[in-house]
C-alpha cells in the first residue's frame, strides 16, 4: 500500500510569488490535513478535510493560504503572495474515518519544506 | 499558548539504557495521546498510543504512562538501541473524536549512543 506522497519535497521562492504544494493522501482514507512545523517548533494543524469538505480550518494562518481537495481525493495548498514567516515544513496526513489497526492514527507524507526568501 | 509541551529539547542516552521522554498538558479536553517519531527527512511515523481511560500501554520496548491528575505522561524506551535515535513528538486528540486535529509538543531529540 503507498503511503502518503507530497509535491515537491522543497520549493524555494521569493517573497511575494506564489507556491501550490500537493498532497496524495493513502487510497481509502477520507480524512486529510495539513500541518506546518516552523524553525524546528512543534507541528501545528492547519486545516482538516473529510472528503471533498473542510470540516476545521481553525488552524489557518491568514487568508493568503487556501486550501483545496476536489473530488476528495488529493489535496493542494496555496500560498499567495508568500511571505517570509511562511516558510517550514508543510506535512500532509491522512486517516480513515473508521476502523484500521488504530482509528486514530494519522499517517504522515514525507513533507515539503518552503523556503521564501 | 502551547497546550502540549515537551521541556527537554535533547536526551542522550546510552545503548541498551532506558530513555524516558516526557510530555506535560494544559487542557483537560484531552483524552486520547500519542507519540510520533520522526527521523530527518521523512514524516512523523506513528509509535504508540494511550488512552485517558487508562494509565499505562506497552507495545515491545515501548511503554506509555499517563498521569491524568499531573496531565503528565512518559514514553520509556527500554533498551535504547541506536535506532531508536530520532525526534520524538507527543501528541493529544480533544473532544472524544477519532479523527480530529493532533495538538503536538515541540519534540524531543533522543540520541542513543552505541
Known amino acids: 500500500e503507498a503511503g502518503v506522497t507530497q509535491f515537491p519535497s522543497h520549493s524555494v521562492i521569493e517573497k511575494g510569488q506564489t507556491v501550490t504544494l500537493r498532497c496524495d493522501p493513502i487510497?481509502?482514507?477520507?480524512?486529510l490535513y495539513w500541518y506546518r512545523r516552523v524553525m524546528g517548533k512543534e507541528i501545528k494543524f492547519l486545516l482538516h478535510f473529510v472528503k471533498e469538505s473542510k470540516q476545521d480550518e481553525s488552524g489557518m494562518p491568514n487568508n493568503r493560504f487556501l486550501a483545496e481537495r476536489t473530488g476528495g481525493t488529493y489535496s493542494t495548498l496555496k500560498v499567495q503572495p508568500a511571505e517570509l514567516e511562511d516558510s517550514g515544513v508543510y506535512f500532509c496526513a491522512s486517516s480513515q474515518l473508521a476502523g484500521g489497526r488504530n482509528r486514530y492514527e494519522q499517517y504522515f507524507g514525507p513533507g515539503t519544506r518552503l523556503t521564501v526568501t | 499558548d502551547q497546550q502540549v509541551k515537551q521541556n527537554s529539547p535533547s536526551l542522550s542516552v546510552q545503548e541498551g539504557r532506558i530513555s524516558i521522554l516526557n510530555c506535560d498538558y494544559t487542557?483537560?479536553?484531552?483524552?486520547?495521546f500519542l507519540w510520533y517519531k520522526k527521523y530527518p527527512a521523512e514524516g512523523p511515523t506513528f509509535l504508540i498510543s494511550i488512552s485517558s481511560i487508562k494509565d499505562k500501554n506497552e507495545d515491545g520496548r515501548f511503554t506509555v504512562f499517563l498521569n491524568k491528575s499531573a496531565k503528565h505522561l512518559s514514553l520509556h524506551i527500554v533498551p535504547s538501541q541506536p535506532g531508536d535515535s530520532a525526534v520524538y513528538f507527543c501528541a493529544a486528540y480533544a473532544g472524544g473524536t477519532s479523527y480530529g486535529k493532533l495538538t503536538f509538543g515541540q519534540g524531543t531529540i533522543l540520541t542513543v549512543h552505541p
Open positions: 487510497s481509502g482514507h477520507d480524512n
Open positions: 487542557n483537560s479536553m484531552f483524552d486520547y
